[in-house]
């Protein structure tokens, strides 16, 4: 009777107990599954409207250096100053729209506000002709302020909607308008401007996988809309994403600032709905059977209970090890990753500088070789990164004998340029070649995260005049590396944990491991020691061997 009753009170609290377990589950799975995805939400889309805007700032410049080019040109120089009909100019004005589809309209305008030269494209055509039908345009606001700056400025309008006889032209073309004045003799000569077709572009920049894109000009309208109908209307933000995830990019197009709005499409949004889903019905489905399974051994003996409870502890602890292998496995993925970042972005733009080189029939041999062996470079390193990681775990890894600086160099090769574009100095400092017998790879992996993490804390700390200097010497046999920033140093009270597994102090930035890493090659692998200390202006990080 006793043993019945027990039974009965240990099978109801485990029903309770199971019960409780499920919902616990699930809710802190929906929880973090959440603030992961806000996360990683937030990270990709900062990555691709950054991408977005440089594209978007390099047309921009392209546009602005063709101006001044055509500026600058002796022929048009002549017709500026003497203005009468040249076939030089008339042929330089359709060269360059016909070279450029997008090119709505160039027009030189004198002194006095009157258009002397003016080629557009025809309507309903598009073909390029030389317009008779010239006005005065001394009263337009663009003519008054052109006119008032110095040689070689550009004016560049917002985006906006084209005007024909003072009517927004049906169906609606987002143009932006560039000029610059035209000096003789110091003297101010006139105007020079072209008016650029903006929609097939920025059609092209808001095209978009994953989020819904659009455009926000200052006045809050959309400028670009990925549904056509609200193209040019009032924009409502909080409307728009209607409770998705967004992000915001601004730039600006000339003085005048844009917003780029990303929001989650219904595509993304629905993966992540079947992934919840499914991660709470595989976590249902566990819990009911492993309730069913435990249910039906406590109806045993104590004894059975008692051996039960010691299998699943033994089955417990296996699986503990098992999550912290895995565990390890995502840090290690989440690193490589972050080394990946910057060879596939200089890929990207390798390849987006031979279609602009194809496109405009500037392409070479010399350059489309160049390109080729730098993009090489980068897959190189990328397929290194992940030998290094490889060879991390496994104990037959290659040895042979390098100059440290030959691995500084390769690291350089790859980080070097978003130090540059940080305006950071990086300094090597040494008095011979120094070499090593150890694996070059995994060195070159501890350089690099030396150097990384001195970047990123003189970025985190928005140090100006910010640089990094490695010191390489040896001294009695031993071989010394520094590397050296100054961002100000490591506060004593963390200076102990640096290198401590998934201990970081560049918030949700960092991973913890790659200090850790660095320890354990330098001081397992290569019989050596890395220790940190701080100097007046920052951090220290010393590699002995």
């Known amino acids: 009777m006793n043993k019945l009753t027990f039974g009965i009170k240990l099978f109801l609290s485990y029903i309770i107990f199971t019960l409780i377990l499920i919902l616990s589950i699930a809710v802190v799975h929906l929880y973090f599954s959440q603030e992961l995805q806000i996360q990683q939400f937030l990270k990709e889309a900062k990555l691709q409207s950054g991408e ?54 160039i027009r030189y305008i004198d002194k006095n506000g009157f258009e002397l030269l003016r080629f557009e494209r025809d309507k309903e055509s598009q073909k390029v002709k030389k317009t008779q039908n010239l006005q005065d345009k001394s009263q337009r606001d663009y003519f008054q302020e ?26 609606h073309k987002s143009v932006v308008r560039f000029a610059t004045p035209i000096y003789g003799n110091e003297k101010f000569a006139g105007i020079l401007i072209i008016n650029v077709f903006m929609d097939s572009f920025l059609d092209n920049l808001i095209n978009s996988t994953l989020y819904d894109i659009s455009l926000i000009n200052e006045e809050n309208y959309f400028i670009k809309h990925h549904k056509r109908e609200f193209e040019w209307k009032k924009a409502d933000i909080k409307e728009e994403a209607k409770e998705k995830k967004y992000f915001l990019q601004p730039f600006f197009v000339g003085e005048h600032k844009i917003a780029m709005l990303l929001v989650e499409n219904e595509l993304t949004l629905q993966k992540t709905k079947s992934y919840n889903n499914k991660m709470i019905g595989i976590i ?20 059975n209970i008692f051996d039960l409870v010691t299998l699943q502890a033994q089955r417990l602890d296996t699986l503990l090890q098992n999550q912290s292998k895995l565990a390890e ?53 990328m397929s290194n990164t992940i030998d290094n990681f490889r060879d991390f775990y496994r104990n037959d890894t290659n040895k ?9 160099r390769s690291v350089l090769n790859i980080i070097g340029e978003a130090i540059k574009q940080s305006n950071i100095k990086l300094h090597i400092n040494s008095s011979q070649k120094t070499a090593l017998y150890a694996n070059k790879n995994e060195f070159s992996q501890v350089l690099l995260n030396l150097i990384v993490n001195a970047k990123d804390a003189i970025e985190e700390r928005a140090v100006q005049d910010g640089k990094i200097d490695i010191n390489t010497r040896k001294e009695n046999g031993t071989i010394i590396i520094e590397v050296c920033d100054n961002a100000g140093g490591i506060v004593d009270d963390i200076q102990e944990k640096i290198f401590d597994p998934y201990f970081s102090t560049k918030r949700d930035k960092g991973t913890g491991i790659g200090l850790y890493l660095a320890k354990t090659i330098i001081e397992e692998k290569m019989g050596g020691k890395i220790s940190m200390q701080n100097s007046k202006e920052g951090a220290v990080f010393a590699i002995t061997l």
């Not at 001044?68 to 360059?96: C, G, H, M, R, W």
């Open 52 to 105: 977005k805007k440089e594209k978007f700032d390099a047309h921009i410049k392209i546009k602005k250096d063709a101006l001044l080019a055509i500026s600058q040109n002796e022929q048009f120089l002549n017709f500026a100053l003497e203005p009468k009909d040249n076939y030089f100019v008339n042929l330089l004005f359709v060269t360059l729209m016909e070279a450029n589809k997008d090119y709505m309209q």
């Open 146 to 171: 052109v006119s008032k700056m110095k040689l070689n400025e550009v004016f560049i309008s917002n985006i906006d909607l084209n005007v024909e006889h003072e009517k927004v032209e049906i169906p």
């Open 284 to 303: 249902l489905l566990f819990a009911i059977i492993m309730a069913i399974l435990f249910t039906a051994i406590f109806t045993k003996t104590l004894k």
């Open 329 to 381: 496995l995502g840090e290690m993925v989440a690193n490589i990753a972050h080394q990946w970042r910057q060879p596939l972005t200089r890929v990207s733009l390798i390849l987006q500088n031979l279609r602009a080189f194809k496109t405009k029939e500037k392409m070479s041999d010399e350059i489309f070789n160049d390109s080729m062996q730098n993009a090489l470079s980068q897959i190189e390193f």
């Open 400 to 408: 042979e004998e390098f100059f440290v600086e030959d691995a500084l």
